[in-house]
């Protein structure tokens, strides 16, 4: 099993900016693709980046430029900078893992991200 614990979501103005942090406990860290997923009223959940254990990551297009992903292996912390924020971000978003080896994956609580003046 593994805990996910996200933190840093709230409100901002449009072009602000917020980092999102997600602190996993249980199994091997690095034995995990760390993901965020958003999911905005009335729409699916959506992949946002991802990161493997060496650091490879991806994004959708809509956050390219803006958002970083990254993660500290010695603290099994994965953040999720967003910069740029648009109100289009305004989401729940989702803290994930997803085992590099078989299919085990584990999702946050999620945290409230609102883009609004």
């Known amino acids: 099993q593994v805990q996910l614990v996200e933190s840093g979501g709230g409100l901002v103005q449009p072009g602000g900016s917020l980092r999102l942090s997600c602190a996993a406990s249980g199994r091997l860290f690095t034995a995990y693709y760390m993901g965020w997923y958003r999911q905005a009223p009335g729409k699916q959940r959506e992949l946002v980046a991802r990161i493997t254990s060496g650091g490879s990551t991806n994004y959708v297009d809509s956050v390219k430029g803006r958002f970083t992903i990254s993660r500290d292996n010695a603290k099994n912390t994965v953040y999720l900078q967003m910069n740029s924020l648009k109100p289009e971000d305004t989401a729940v978003y989702y803290c994930?893992?997803?085992?590099?080896?078989?299919?085990?994956?584990?999702w946050g609580q999620g945290t409230q991200v609102t883009i609004s003046s």
């Open positions: 994930n893992a997803e085992a590099v080896l078989g299919s085990d994956a584990y």
